[in-house]
Each structure stands twice: as C-alpha cells, then as structure tokens.
C-alpha cells in the first residue's frame, strides 16, 4: 500500500513567510508531509518549475443560488473559482437573506451536491433584530453581513441599529461583514441626480460619493471599537477610507479591512464609457496611477488585510437591459482574481509571499477557518494551487466560466496563472478546465477564530 495519495515534488512552496522547495504528500485529504521524498504515492506530480501556493480563500461572494440563478448558480461560480485557484469561499446572496436558522438549515441542504469548492454560509443582519444573531451565529453562520445604506433590496443600518446588531456580535462572539456608504448621504445625492433628470453614467460616482464611504466607514470603526465587536469594513475602495480604520485598529478595534481588484486596476471614469458594466458600489475611486499605488502599498504593508472577489455578477444583457439607475450592481470576480494577484507580483507590486497571506491565510484566520485552511502544513487540508509564474495570457470574455460570460479585465495582458487546483487532494481543475464533479462541502468555522 502507498504511503500517500498523492506527492507533488519539486514545486516551490509559497507561504507568507517565505518560499521552500517542498515534496508535499497527501493521505486521506490532509497534507502528510512537506518533506515526502522518498515516499511512495499512488499517485505523483512533478511540480518543478512552479509554485505551490494554498488555495485562495474568497470570503466576500454572491452566487445567487437560490435566488437569482439566472445571474449565477453555484456550480458555475464553483466552476470558475475551482479554474482560478479557489478552494474555499463564503457566500452570502442578496436576492434570499438569511435571517434565521431554518433560512440557514434550507439554504445548506439545498446545496448539497451543487459546489466545486468548500463553502460556508454567511447570514444577513437587519435591523431591528439584534436577537437573530447568537442562534444564527451558533447555527455555524460564517459572518453576519451588514448595509449601513439600504442596496439590493437589504434594509441599512443606522448608527444605532449598528451599535445594537454589533452589541450582540460581542455577546456572541460572532463577526459581521460590514457594506459602508452612509444612507443619508446617497439618498441625498439620489434626490438631486433624479430631480435634474440625469441618467448618464456620471451618475454613478456622485451619487455614492468618497464622503459617503468615509463617513459610513468611520463611525463603524469607531462602534466596533467602542462595542468590543470583531468587523470587516467590506471592499475599501481608497486610502482615505484604509485610513480611518487604521486609526481605530490602533485604539484597540478589532478591525479588518478587505479590498477588491476592481479598486486596484478600475478608474473612476471609466464607468463614462463603460456604463452599467462599471456599475459596482462602492465604485472605483482611482483618478490617476498614484491613487492605485497607494493602495498596493496598503496592501503589502497590511493596513489592508485581506482581499476578496466580491464576485457579484450579471450577465452582458443583464447590464444592458436598462439604465444606470436600473441594472444591477457588481461585478464578476472569481474568474480572476488569483490572475490579478499573481500578474501584481509578477510585475513587483506585491510579492508570492504576499498573496498566500492576503487571499488564502489572513482569511481563513479572521472568519475561523484558520488552521484547516488557508494553509499548506501536515494536518491542514490539502487545498492547493500550482501556478506557473511565468506564462504570459490574456484574460478574455470567451474564457469567463461564471454565467456572467465576461470580465471588466477583457483584453488585459496578465503573468502567472493557475494550472492545477486541488481540493482536499482530489484534481477539480486543470488548465482551464474544471473536474466538475461538485465535491464542495459545507465547512464550519471554529469557535475560537485563529
């Protein structure tokens, strides 16, 4: 009988600490060894001239199954994160809130059989029902997610309804995922766009304004401290937002800061020629390479602590069957955001290192997942990437798996890519092509985040 299920030699062992040349073995799921020279495997992959990197950990996506599975269902989505170098996500979709356990028990059953990648759940928190979060929370919801302004249909938060709702994210030793433009301030910019009689594409950028981001963003930093609360500010879109939550994490907030790609490679006046396909909230606030570096700069220096996809798609007719107020918001993602952060260190703005920590290990930490995920380590699940840093590709619309069929990245030229992805040890996706065989399962988190 072999030792192992499976042995990778030779591959380039990436972690945020450093890179090692590994022999990473496998049995029954699990990472046995990084040093299985030697050993017999049933099965063995050389690995050399790539990297092994932990799978990514994509905690912020919108699969809208059930719901909206004419946007995107979970097979497909899972399709596209297993090609990408997924392995772990945590989903929430807006079109069927979770708000209470048997919303949570029905939506998991559901699933069952439907994923390509380990899941977890997250609920909604509305307000006015601080009391659904401790049975929510004990039910193995992953996160509560939380609108400071009312968007896809999900009611927002005001000052006060967020100090109740993170009052009892304390108690319960839970933690939210926070969405922050300010109510008032975009209703207030709404009334006005609407009362001129804009409908231009513009619109998009004074109506959920910086101030209204900073605003929201700043007092939630300062109610999850005053609270004793554990919070993400979901998709930082600029520096001056990564600033005030800094400020708070240096009073003792227990503050994490995620950013998205589309932040890092999308300007603020594209959504001018590209319209609805630029509709995301908060929108790209980029006005010149300056406001890009600064936050790859945050990125490397961890004021910003993770990144997501927030994959939230909607397909080219979709987005082009109405106008800018109409359509709606989000943008696919898990087709590329490994690619964008690995062309990113291709090109010197982050490094491997850097990468491991900030989509695989920073994640599967602060939502508990930490240490079965996000690492590559005897006893961790086997969930790991080889990446060819090297190959040179162009991210394409004809190439998107998610139903979405396109990507705000068409025709950008990119270094490194995935080639092979494994979940648990088993092969889901191989050079663009996904195993498809919906071995995804449902995870839950510790009780101790780690």
């Given at each position: 009988m072999p030792d192992a299920d499976l042995l990778?030699?030779?591959?380039?062992?990436?972690?945020?600490?450093g890179r090692r040349r590994a022999d990473v073995a496998v049995r029954d799921g699990r990472v046995l060894t990084l040093?299985?020279?030697?050993?017999?495997?049933?099965?063995?992959?050389?690995?050399?001239?790539?990297?092994?990197?932990p799978g990514g950990v994509d905690t912020h996506v919108h699969l809208m199954d059930p719901g909206s599975t004419d946007r995107e269902d979970f097979p497909s989505g899972t399709r596209a994160a297993?090609?990408?170098?997924?392995?772990?996500?945590?989903?929430?979709s807006h079109g069927r809130p979770v708000r209470t356990v048997r919303d949570l028990e029905e939506k998991a059953?559901?699933?069952?059989?439907?994923?390509?990648?380990?899941?977890?759940?997250?609920?909604?928190?509305?307000?006015?029902?601080?009391?659904?979060?401790?049975?929510?929370?004990?039910?193995?919801?992953a996160f509560f997610k939380v609108f400071t302004c009312t968007t896809h249909g999900i009611p927002g938060h005001d000052a006060a309804a967020l100090r109740a709702h993170l009052r009892a994210t304390a108690d319960a030793g839970a933690i939210s995922l926070i969405h922050c433009e300010d109510d008032s301030l975009t209703a207030a910019a709404e009334s006005v766009l609407r009362a001129a009689g804009r409908e231009d594409p513009g619109i998009l950028p004074e109506w959920r304004d910086r101030d209204a981001e900073v605003v929201a963003a700043a007092v939630a930093a300062l109610l999850i401290r005053r609270t004793g609360a554990r919070a993400t500010v979901a998709h930082v879109s600029h520096p001056e937002v990564a600033a005030y939550l800094a400020a708070e994490r240096a009073r003792g907030a227990r503050l994490y800061a995620e950013t998205c790609p589309q932040y890092l490679l999308l300007r603020e006046d594209e959504v001018h020629t590209h319209g609805p396909f630029r509709k995301f909230t908060p929108p790209a606030r980029a006005r010149h390479d300056?406001?890009?570096?600064?936050?790859?700069?945050?990125?490397?220096?961890?004021?910003?602590?993770?990144?997501?996809?927030?994959?939230?798609?909607?397909?080219?007719?979709?987005?082009?069957?109405g106008g800018m107020w109409d359509v709606h918001f989000g943008l696919p993602g898990l087709?590329?955001?490994?690619a964008v952060l690995?062309?990113?260190?291709?090109?010197?703005?982050?490094?491997?290192?850097?990468?491991?920590?900030?989509?695989?290990?920073?994640?599967?930490?602060?939502?508990?997942?930490w240490p079965r995920k996000g690492r590559i380590a005897p006893g961790a699940d086997a969930d790991l990437v080889l990446a060819d840093p090297q190959e040179r590709w162009r991210l394409r619309n004809e190439d998107v798996l998610s139903k979405a069929g396109w990507t705000p990245y068409d025709g950008m030229d990119m270094t490194g890519r995935a080639v092979a992805t494994y979940l648990r040890g088993e092969l889901i996706a191989e050079h663009g092509k996904p195993a498809d065989r919906r071995t995804g399962r449902l995870i839950t988190r510790r009780r101790t985040p780690g």
């Amino acid at each position: 009988m072999p030792d192992a299920d499976l042995l990778i030699t030779g591959g380039t062992l990436v972690t945020s600490q450093g890179r090692r040349r590994a022999d990473v073995a496998v049995r029954d799921g699990r990472v046995l060894t990084l040093d299985g020279a030697g050993l017999s495997a049933a099965r063995t992959v050389d690995a050399t001239g790539l990297l092994l990197l932990p799978g990514g950990v994509d905690t912020h996506v919108h699969l809208m199954d059930p719901g909206s599975t004419d946007r995107e269902d979970f097979p497909s989505g899972t399709r596209a994160a297993a090609v990408s170098g997924v392995t772990t996500i945590i989903e929430h979709s807006h079109g069927r809130p979770v708000r209470t356990v048997r919303d949570l028990e029905e939506k998991a059953a559901y699933l069952s059989g439907r994923s390509n990648v380990d899941f977890a759940l997250a609920a909604h928190a509305w307000p006015g029902d601080p009391g659904a979060v401790a049975p929510l929370w004990e039910a193995g919801a992953a996160f509560f997610k939380v609108f400071t302004c009312t968007t896809h249909g999900i009611p927002g938060h005001d000052a006060a309804a967020l100090r109740a709702h993170l009052r009892a994210t304390a108690d319960a030793g839970a933690i939210s995922l926070i969405h922050c433009e300010d109510d008032s301030l975009t209703a207030a910019a709404e009334s006005v766009l609407r009362a001129a009689g804009r409908e231009d594409p513009g619109i998009l950028p004074e109506w959920r304004d910086r101030d209204a981001e900073v605003v929201a963003a700043a007092v939630a930093a300062l109610l999850i401290r005053r609270t004793g609360a554990r919070a993400t500010v979901a998709h930082v879109s600029h520096p001056e937002v990564a600033a005030y939550l800094a400020a708070e994490r240096a009073r003792g907030a227990r503050l994490y800061a995620e950013t998205c790609p589309q932040y890092l490679l999308l300007r603020e006046d594209e959504v001018h020629t590209h319209g609805p396909f630029r509709k995301f909230t908060p929108p790209a606030r980029a006005r010149h390479d300056q406001d890009e570096a600064a936050l790859w700069r945050l990125l490397r220096e961890g004021e910003l602590t993770h990144v997501s996809s927030d994959h939230a798609p909607s397909t080219p007719a979709q987005k082009s069957a109405g106008g800018m107020w109409d359509v709606h918001f989000g943008l696919p993602g898990l087709d590329s955001t490994m690619a964008v952060l690995l062309s990113a260190a291709a090109r010197g703005m982050l490094a491997y290192e850097d990468i491991a920590r900030l989509y695989s290990e920073a994640p599967a930490r602060i939502y508990g997942l930490w240490p079965r995920k996000g690492r590559i380590a005897p006893g961790a699940d086997a969930d790991l990437v080889l990446a060819d840093p090297q190959e040179r590709w162009r991210l394409r619309n004809e190439d998107v798996l998610s139903k979405a069929g396109w990507t705000p990245y068409d025709g950008m030229d990119m270094t490194g890519r995935a080639v092979a992805t494994y979940l648990r040890g088993e092969l889901i996706a191989e050079h663009g092509k996904p195993a498809d065989r919906r071995t995804g399962r449902l995870i839950t988190r510790r009780r101790t985040p780690g």
